[in-house]
C-alpha cells in the first residue's frame, strides 16, 4: 500500500516530462514558421520592388523617384527702383543719342539697372541641378533668367544694352544663363569635372546673380570688359587638399565683349585658369584668347587676362581686388583696356552689413567704343565708387540701398571735346553722373 503512492508519483513526473518535450518541439516549430514567413515576405517584397521598377522602365518612368530626390532646386527675385540726379532727358536729341537711361550715350554702363526714375522686375532667378559625386557622376545644370537682367542679356548686339523703353516688356524678358552636362571624370583624386553647353565665365569678381554681390549695379570691369557666360567645353580640377584649382576649355568666341551672343561665333576661344584658395585668401589668374569677327569680314585676334585677388580677414570683413588687361585687333590697329576695382563689405551685425566699390578703367582707340573706334591712341578714362548698405529683414529677405558716383576724363575721340557720356534734363551730356537706388531680394 506504501509503495502505490510513488509508483503513481512517478509515473506522473514522465507524463510531465514528456508534454514538456512536446510542448518545447511545438514551440521550436513555431518560430521556424515565422522566421520563414517574414522571409517569405521579404522575399515578396523585394520581387514587387523588381517588379515595379521592371514597369517603370518599360513605361517610360525609370528612375523618376531617384531622379527626383537627386533635384537641387535654387534661385530668387529681385526687384528695384532707381534715381538719377541728373535727372536726364527721355527724349532722342538732334544727333539721335536717346540718354534717358543711367546708361546714357555710352550704352555699356548699369546694364542691369538702366532705367531712370522706374520700377523693375531685375531678376526671377530659377536654378535646377543634378549635382556629381562619386556615387553619381553624371549630372547637368539649368539656369533661368527673367526681368530686365535676361533683357539685357538677351539683347546680345548692343554692349550692356537691352535698356527697357517705352515699347518693351522686360518683366516678361527670359534668358538661358546656363545649361550643360556635367560629369565627373575618375581620372585625379578629386575627379575632373567636365561641363558641356552653356556656363558661367570664370572671369571677374561679380557675377550676374544678384545674390552673389556686394552691391546693387555691376562694376564697370564687369560692364565694359568681362564676357558673362560662353558655350563650350570645360574641364576643372581641385588638386587634392592643396587649395590649389585649374580649368581648361575651348567654346565660341566672343570673349571680351559684354553681351555678346556666345551661341554663333565661327571663331574659338581659349579658357584657362589657375587659382588658389586658403582660409583667408584666395587668388586666381584667367586667361582668355581667341578670334572673334570684326565688321563680319575675318577673324581676328582678341583676348582678355583676369586677376581676382579675395582676402577676409575676420569674419565680419570680406574684400576682392579685380584687374583686366584687354586686347583687340581692330584691323591695322590695335584696341585695348585697362580696368582696375577694389570692393569690400564690413558686417556690421548679423543682419546688416555696409559695402564699398571704386574702380578705373582705361580705354584706348575705342576698345570699349568711348573713343568711336578712332586710331588716335585717345585714352578715355572712367571713374566709379559706390556704397551700398544691406539689412536681412528675415533668413531669405534682404533689402539694400545704394549711392553711386560715375565721372569720365579724356576727349571721347574727340580731340576737341570731351568725353561726356552721361544725360542732362535739356537733352546734351555731361562727364559725371549720381544714381541712387533700392532693391528688395527673396531668396529660396
Known amino acids: 500500500l506504501m509503495g502505490a503512492p510513488l509508483a503513481v508519483a512517478n509515473q506522473s513526473t514522465e507524463e510531465l516530462a514528456e508534454m514538456r518535450a512536446i510542448v518545447e518541439q511545438l514551440q521550436g516549430q513555431v518560430e521556424a514558421q515565422s522566421e520563414q514567413i517574414e522571409h517569405q515576405g521579404e522575399v515578396i517584397r523585394d520581387a514587387r520592388l523588381d517588379q515595379s521598377r521592371e514597369d517603370d522602365s518599360r513605361f517610360g518612368a525609370s528612375g523618376i523617384v531617384s531622379f527626383l530626390q537627386r533635384l537641387e532646386i535654387d534661385g530668387h527675385v529681385a526687384g528695384s527702383y532707381f534715381w538719377n540726379f541728373n ?63 535676361a533683357s539685357s542679356l538677351g539683347n546680345a548686339g548692343i554692349r550692356g544694352g537691352g535698356r527697357c523703353n517705352f515699347s518693351s516688356d522686360c518683366t516678361s524678358a527670359m534668358y538661358v544663363h546656363q545649361a550643360y552636362i556635367q560629369y565627373l571624370i575618375p581620372f585625379t583624386a578629386n575627379g575632373i569635372t567636365m561641363k558641356a553647353g552653356k556656363f558661367e565665365t570664370l572671369v571677374g569678381a561679380e557675377v550676374a546673380q544678384a545674390t552673389a554681390n556686394y552691391n546693387i549695379t555691376r562694376g564697370l570691369l564687369f560692364s565694359v570688359m568681362q564676357p558673362v557666360n560662353h558655350v563650350g567645353v570645360l574641364f576643372e580640377n581641385q588638386w587634392g587638399e592643396s587649395g590649389f584649382k585649374s580649368a581648361v576649355g575651348i567654346a565660341n568666341s566672343g570673349i571680351n565683349d559684354f553681351g555678346s551672343d556666345p551661341d554663333w561665333h565661327k571663331g574659338k576661344a581659349v579658357i584657362a585658369q589657375l587659382g588658389w584658395s586658403g582660409e583667408t585668401f584666395g587668388a586666381a589668374t584667367t586667361v582668355n584668347w581667341g578670334q572673334d569677327s570684326f565688321n563680319n569680314s575675318r577673324y581676328r585676334s582678341n583676348g582678355l587676362v ?139
Open 87 to 149: 535727372n536726364p532727358h527721355i527724349n532722342a536729341d538732334d544727333d539721335g543719342v536717346n540718354p534717358f537711361a543711367n546708361t546714357g550715350d555710352s550704352n555699356n554702363i548699369y546694364p542691369y539697372h538702366g532705367s531712370h526714375n522706374s520700377f523693375q522686375v531685375d531678376q526671377v532667378w530659377f536654378g535646377l541641378e543634378h549635382p556629381i559625386d562619386e556615387e553619381n557622376r553624371a549630372g547637368f545644370r539649368f539656369d533661368l533668367v527673367y526681368g530686365t537682367t
Open 306 to 444: 583676369d586677376l581676382v585677388l579675395t582676402w577676409d580677414p575676420t569674419e565680419r570683413v570680406s574684400t576682392w581686388l579685380n584687374f583686366d588687361y584687354g586686347w583687340r585687333d581692330a584691323g591695322g590697329y590695335n584696341q585695348q583696356a585697362i580696368g582696375l576695382g577694389v570692393a569690400g563689405r564690413y558686417a556690421v551685425t548679423e543682419r546688416f552689413g555696409l559695402s564699398t566699390r571704386f574702380e578705373w578703367l582705361a580705354d584706348e582707340d575705342g576698345y570699349a567704343g568711348w573713343n568711336a573706334g578712332a586710331d588716335t591712341g585717345d585714352t578715355t578714362d572712367v571713374f566709379s565708387l559706390t556704397g551700398t548698405a544691406d539689412y536681412a529683414l528675415t533668413n531669405s529677405l534682404m533689402i539694400r540701398g545704394e549711392v553711386r558716383w560715375d565721372t569720365t576724363r579724356g576727349t571721347g575721340g574727340d580731340p576737341q571735346g570731351e568725353a561726356e557720356f552721361f544725360g542732362r534734363p535739356e537733352g546734351n551730356l555731361k562727364r559725371n553722373q549720381v544714381t541712387s537706388g533700392v532693391e528688395l531680394v527673396y531668396e529660396f
